[in-house]
């Protein structure tokens, strides 16, 4: 997914909205157009900040961040939607209930429609753009927010809220205009305040998950286990463990009971093909530790080759793999010698 198209989009759209809103409020007053302006520069300020943490993200790994600065897009992300959304959800709150509370004279409520109208457009065209990049890659919205894309999600919940209080501002000033008290426009901002404050917590409860290590779904996780005990010189996976590091990167723990009767250099070999066949049907998984242990536990007695470890790449060249469904081919198949494919012990 291009996040950096959907954030340029929503900066340019925000930035302008923003100048245009706040204008409006102080020639008229109106606080349904303020929650609009601080609406507009929140989307603004978080913008910035999933921008920034998309570019920090893409720094390369290195010893104090063996696995790269992928949660980096989580932090910034977090920010986003606890600090703006909650400071701007609290400050439009306070305004709107002070001016339901104590009524003040609104002007200009023509112009104020007119400008939260073209808010409400932006914020419509904005929405279209995500979800024009969600139909090019062939995601769905409930895909989206049950992904790991806190940055395009916070986007998308940005523009939703903005919609809707874009929506409520709108009435609000509408009714104002045309046969109610300027209370009403004060309650108006009071709900797109409370619209703010409860997305706002509710990004910053999500991102805590991938900020203090979230493993992968259950699915994806199910999918992966699935997976491994294919291969034919598996006996059991004993345990797997897994964290999602970003969007688009995934570490994977595997402790594996391989076949009894190989010996080191086998277990070795086949450690680097069952990577080869993992990582080539789930390109995410780009950290996968393979332990080899015996069924009951106990690790094997191995010399310092084979080792857990971290395997990157192969230390010689491995025995060739059938293509398979993934870019890592598909297991060897074992015969046994009564010539059957896929034997296994019991």
């Known amino acids: 997914m291009r996040t950096s198209n959907i954030v340029v989009v929503t900066l340019g759209l925000d930035a302008i909205f923003f100048a245009v809103n706040f204008l409006?409020?102080?020639?008229?007053?109106?606080?349904?157009?303020l929650s609009q302006a601080v609406s507009t520069v929140t989307d603004l300020i978080g913008s910035v900040?999933?921008?920034?943490?998309?570019l920090a993200a893409d720094l390369p790994a290195t010893a104090k961040h063996p696995f790269g600065r992928g949660k980096e897009r989580f932090f910034w992300?977090?920010?986003a939607g606890l600090v703006t959304f909650s400071l701007a959800g609290g400050l439009v709150c306070l305004e709107g209930l002070e001016q339901a509370l104590d009524p003040r004279t609104v002007t200009d409520l023509g112009t104020g429609i007119l400008t939260v109208g073209g808010t409400f457009l932006a914020s419509l065209g904005s929405l279209l753009v995500v979800l024009l990049e969600l139909r090019k890659d062939r995601r769905s919205v409930h895909q989206l927010l049950a992904s790991s894309h806190q940055g395009v999600k916070t986007i998308f919940l940005q523009d939703v809220v903005s919609l809707a209080g874009a929506g409520v501002a709108l009435a609000g000033i509408a009714i104002v205009r045309y046969t109610g008290p300027p209370s009403v426009d004060g309650l108006s901002a009071a709900v797109v305040g409370a619209l703010l404050l409860y997305t706002g917590f509710a990004l910053a409860a999500?991102?805590?998950?991938?900020?203090?290590?979230?493993?992968v779904g259950e699915e994806e996780g199910r999918a992966i286990l699935s997976l491994v005990e294919r291969y034919p010189y598996v006996r059991h996976v004993l345990g797997m463990q897994s964290m999602v590091l970003s969007p688009d990167d995934r570490l994977v723990v595997l402790r594996v009971n391989f076949m009894d009767e190989m010996n080191t250099d086998d277990v070795e070999m086949h450690i680097d093909q069952l990577r080869r066949f993992v990582t080539g049907e789930f390109p995410l998984v780009k950290h996968l530790i393979i332990e080899p242990v015996r069924a009951a536990g106990e690790d094997l007695v191995m010399d310092e080759r084979t080792t857990p470890q971290e395997v990157h790449g192969p230390p010689f060249a491995p025995e060739p793999l059938t293509a398979g469904r993934g870019s890592g081919g598909?297991?060897?198949v074992r015969h046994d010698e009564h010539g059957s494919n896929g034997a296994r012990s019991a």
């Open 206 to 215: 999500e991102g805590r998950e991938f900020l203090v290590g979230r493993a």
């Open 77 to 79: 992300a977090y920010s």
């Open 49 to 54: 900040m999933i921008l920034w943490g998309q």
């Open 24 to 33: 409006v409020f102080l020639s008229g007053g109106s606080r349904a157009v």
């Open 330 to 332: 598909a297991p060897p």
